[in-house]
T-cell receptor
Framework: EAGVTQFPSHSVIEKGQTVTLRCDPI?????LYWYRRVMGKEIKFLLH????????ESGMPNNRFLAERTGGTYSTLKVQPAELEDSGVYFC??????????FGPGTRLTVL | GENVEQHPSTLSVQEGDSAVIKCTYS??????FPWYKQELGKRPQLIID?????GEKKDQRIAVTLNKTAKHFSLHITETQPEDSAVYFC?????????????FGQGTTLQVKP
């Protein structure tokens, strides 16, 4: 069974540009989560999808971040416009039961 | 607010010794506590978890204990090996209704010296 995959693995952009991160969950997992780890700190929750619906987006930093999960399969997280403080590693995780979560390898975002 | 505190932030042990990492949580409604291991440049990997109706769980060299009254849980690694070197994160599921929102501790960098 394939694990959670994320694309790209690394992204370097300039302040003000737009970046879109993609996450493909484990097949059949209705629950999909986005997390972020900034500068070696703890991993922080961003939001949670159940199928295509946003269950909890309380961790989204501001309206420059937009997450979608059209069709309830893969998800995208768009940052527009990117700021310096958005740099970090963005993780996606999926779960069959809103409990045990399996993480992807992450996307390292660097905003210059 | 909801939070999970993890200690120590760094831990260095000699190969063969035991390592203990401790976490406390604030939300008494939390009922699921996973531990993740993240090796350099790799994804966080679930290594063990415990639910609130269990006090202790063991898997080979790894064990986790939970004290619901005191709201703390610990990871115990026995007979440590160099490949145990990694960053370890504790987490708790916060909130009700199985939302699955994980609140992570700050992480512990474990170094096992050969």
């Amino acid at each position: 069974e394939a694990g959670v995959t994320q694309f790209p693995s690394h992204s370097v952009i300039e302040k003000g540009q737009t970046v879109t991160l993609r996450c493909d969950p484990i097949s059949g997992h209705d629950n999909l989560y986005w997390y972020r780890r900034v500068m070696g700190k703890e991993i922080k929750f961003l939001l949670h999808f159940v199928k295509e619906s946003k269950q909890d987006e309380s961790g989204m930093p501001n309206n420059r971040f937009l997450a979608e999960r059209t069709g309830g399969t893969y998800s995208t997280l768009k940052v527009q416009p990117a700021e310096l403080e958005d740099s970090g590693v963005y993780f996606c995780a999926s779960s069959p039961n809103a409990d045990t979560q399996y993480f992807g390898p992450g996307t390292r975002l660097t905003v210059l | 607010g909801e939070n999970v505190e993890q200690h120590p932030s760094t831990l260095s042990v000699q190969e063969g010794d035991s390592a203990v990492i401790k976490c406390t949580y604030s939300d008494s409604a939390s009922n699921y506590f996973p531990w993740y291991k993240q090796e350099l440049g790799k994804r966080p990997q679930l290594i063990i978890d415990i639910r609130s109706n269990v006090g202790e769980k063991k898997d080979q060299r790894i064990a986790v204990t939970l004290n619901k009254t005191a709201k703390h849980f610990s990871l115990h690694i026995t007979e440590t090996q160099p490949e145990d070197s990694a960053v370890y994160f504790c987490a708790g599921v916060i909130g009700s209704g199985n939302t699955g929102k994980l609140i992570f501790g700050q992480g512990t960098t474990l170094q096992v010296k050969p």
